[in-house]
């Protein structure tokens, strides 16, 4: 079957060639000029092109991250506005596509590509304060992006936690009793350390462990049924005989109190035991 080609001259003007046999064997060969229809797909398309990059330029446009494409020569090839913003580059000069070399003098906001592997991540801490979580991306092609993610209140949250657990701690190492902290599903997430040095364990040495699987507490079958209640939502107290770190065997006042949520809903129960 014969495929009508397409053939463009030198001047730039196109031209279908179309093929007929005759009756006499021979062939008749027509031209038609074409350029006025290649000319109208071609705007057509680069109009469906331009729209295309201009959709997408918006969408990255409304991201609260920063964003930045690097090219294989080390060049700002697209950006965002957040990028704009937080780096306080002037997107005039952005828009010359410049190196990163010449544009990180110019901002605090760290602009290197720090690792050769695929993917990558760190945290970068400004002199306001402000937080960024930086991601470096290398794409198959060679490029590579960035992007700035905002994480300052977040960071000040999770410090604002540690400050917290850090008060919590030193409290209850200096009060005389056992304390720890046991989830629903009976591991341990807390214990201080009058607790740790009672049972001869290294700080957080319990932490993740099961109370049946921590092997100090040898009679878990007598504790069961006041676990059970505890996480049913009742408060229990008894007492127990344990072996403290030297062997020597005590009695202990134990109390599970169980700790629950906004719905009412057990999470898990705080121990408190003396030594009497």
Excluded at 75 to 87: D, G, L, M, S, Y
């Amino acid at each position: 079957e014969f495929v009508s080609p397409v053939y463009q001259l030198a001047d730039g003007r196109w031209f279908q060639l179309s093929e007929h046999e005759t009756s006499e064997g021979g062939y008749v060969m027509f031209y038609t000029d074409i350029t006025a229809v290649k000319e109208a797909e071609s705007a057509r398309y680069e109009r469906a092109i331009a729209q295309k990059s201009r959709l997408l330029q918006n969408l990255i446009d409304n991201l609260s991250q920063g964003i930045v494409l690097i090219s294989n020569h080390n060049k700002v090839e697209v950006w965002n506005t957040r990028f704009a913003q937080i780096t306080q580059l002037a997107p005039s000069l952005l828009r010359k596509k410049p190196k990163l070399e010449s544009l990180q003098e110019l901002t605090e906001l760290d602009l290197a590509f720090k690792s050769s592997n695929n993917s990558y991540h760190y945290t970068q801490i400004l002199a306001n304060g402000t937080v960024f979580e930086i991601r470096d991306h290398k794409l198959p092609n060679g490029k590579k992006i960035k992007t700035y993610n905002d994480i300052t209140q977040r960071h000040r949250y999770a410090e604002s936690l540690r400050e917290n657990e850090s008060r919590l701690r030193l409290i209850t190492n200096n009060v005389p009793a056992m304390i720890a902290y046991v989830g629903q599903d009976l591991k341990y997430q807390f214990t201080n350390q009058v607790y740790e040095d009672w049972y001869g364990l290294p700080e957080g040495g319990l932490n993740g462990l099961e109370i049946e699987q921590s092997r100090i507490h040898s009679n878990f079958t007598q504790l069961k049924v006041y676990v059970d209640r505890a996480l049913k939502g009742e408060s229990v107290s008894f007492e127990i005989e344990e072996k403290n770190r030297s062997g020597e065997l005590s009695y202990l006042q134990k109390s599970y109190v169980p700790n629950r949520d906004i719905k009412n809903n057990v999470l898990g129960f705080f121990v408190l035991i003396r030594d009497v």
